[in-house]
């Protein structure tokens, strides 16, 4: 399994408390828990790289693309999505993280601004199993706690997910559809809410775990690719037109 985890890099670059928790960036401390789950080709990219670093090259050799973003959605060039699109729809997994929700890709994708209610108060998020039959959810507790979150709220403007794997409540009293997987043409998105930029999330080992079982979910079928074909030769004979 070939991963690339993307990261736009800013908080990290621009705010010493995000330093603090991340000092060699969010997208090293995934990949970190990524190998800890015994994946072995994972490698990082980041905004201020040329095209992303997500060249045509780099998302050929993808099998599943993780995408933490949030400041700077607008410097994300509308090329470089496109080209991420394609992939997903020719079966690339993506995996779009926290903050991600407002990314261009995550908009084209679900065909909306997936609009939500937030609270940066520091406050405990509970992530219930809601399908426990589902991949993502292998190995995991019926819950688990992160004890330092910001709060996301519904309604979450996203269309129905294809499954529901993660409910979160917090301790505000709000709850939110965190674990949601999509199928686009023949690639899979898995969103996964946690990961606020000053709080460790990503060395929590429940959050590691699923984002590992997401990864293993995502991974590309062999199934048909999605094109557009004028079919003027039938599979039968049809009868003949008046
Ligand atoms: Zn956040």
Not at 72 to 87: M, P, S
Request: aromatic share 10%; glycine share 10%; hydrophobic share 35%.
């Amino acid at each position: 399994m070939r991963i690339t985890v993307w990261n736009e890099g800013r908080h990290e670059q621009k705010n010493e408390k995000v330093k603090a928790v991340y000092p060699t960036g969010i997208h090293s401390v995934i990949a970190d828990g990524l190998r800890e789950h015994g994946f072995t080709e994972v490698r990082t990219a980041t905004l201020d790289e040329p095209e992303h670093g997500l060249t045509a090259d780099v998302l050929a050799a993808t099998d599943v693309l993780l995408w933490w973003g949030h400041m700077a959605h607008g410097d994300v060039k509308d090329e470089i999505v496109e080209r991420v699109y394609q992939r997903v729809m020719d079966g690339m997994g993506l995996i779009v993280l926290h903050s991600g929700h407002h990314s261009k890709i995550f908009k084209k994708l679900m065909g909306v601004n997936a609009d939500l209610k937030w609270r940066e108060a520091n406050e405990k998020e509970r992530l219930w199993v809601v399908n426990p039959a589902h991949p993502i959810a292998d190995g995991l507790p019926d819950y688990f706690e992160l004890p330092h979150e910001e709060m996301y709220g519904e309604p979450f403007g996203i269309p129905e997910p294809d499954s529901l794997v993660l409910v979160s409540w917090f301790q505000g009293g709000e709850i939110f559809r965190s674990g949601c997987c999509f199928y686009r043409g023949r690639g899979k998105v898995f969103y996964f809410r946690p990961g606020h930029e000053t709080f460790p999330t990503y060395y929590d080992k429940n959050v590691r775990h699923v984002i590992a079982n997401g990864v293993r979910w995502a991974a590309p079928t062999n199934g048909p690719r999605v094109w557009v074909e004028n079919r003027t030769v039938p599979l039968e004979p049809l009868p003949d037109a008046e």
